[in-house]
């Protein structure tokens, strides 16, 4: 059964959008059957370009990819949802809607991995591009933390202590 994973940030332009690329990517690559999905409370619409570019030169297919809302994945027709990350400090703050579980309608396990805002990095486009390829690449650590995890034969709890304990990695 697939691992839905739902990374939430509040605009969904830059931090999501690198742990979706990235949870993805990685897990293609591994063989595991984990589908991240990102999201954020007030989506901008638009997706960080920095974000896009460091994505696309790590490898990562980028083209279906847009900002969206978090109420895409509260409805019917949602994929059921295992693990929901926050991403950033104002979205772990706001009340999430209720989420579908991924198993008997177990709400999914939420922890918070946060990480600086590299679009406010100084230095111009340079010093951007140094802040979204070092957030990409803390993100990716993490991710490969979670899919060396035995998920199906987790249970909630146990999840979320490992979880938990790779906020702290």
Not at 75 to 98: F, K, N, R, Y
């Amino acid at each position: 059964m697939t691992t839905h994973v739902l990374i939430l940030c509040t605009h969904n332009s830059a931090r999501s959008v690198l742990s979706e690329g990235m949870l993805n990517h990685l897990a293609a690559k591994l063989g595991k059957d984990v589908r991240a999905h990102s999201a954020g409370s007030a989506p901008s619409g638009r997706l960080n370009s920095f974000a896009i570019e460091v994505l696309q030169n790590a490898g990562v297919d980028t083209a279906a990819y847009r900002s969206k809302s978090w109420d895409e994945f509260s409805g019917a027709g949602a994929p059921p949802l295992s693990i929901v990350i926050t991403v950033c400090d104002s979205a772990a703050a706001e009340t999430c809607p209720v989420f579908f579980g991924g198993q008997a309608g177990v709400q999914p396990v939420k922890v918070h991995w946060g990480y600086p805002d590299p679009s406010h990095a100084e230095g111009g486009d340079e010093g951007k591009r140094r802040a979204f390829e070092l957030t990409r690449q803390a993100i990716a650590y993490k991710m490969l933390l979670l899919l060396a995890l035995p998920l199906d034969h987790m249970g909630p709890d146990a999840l979320r202590a490992a979880l938990q304990d790779i906020a702290h990695a």
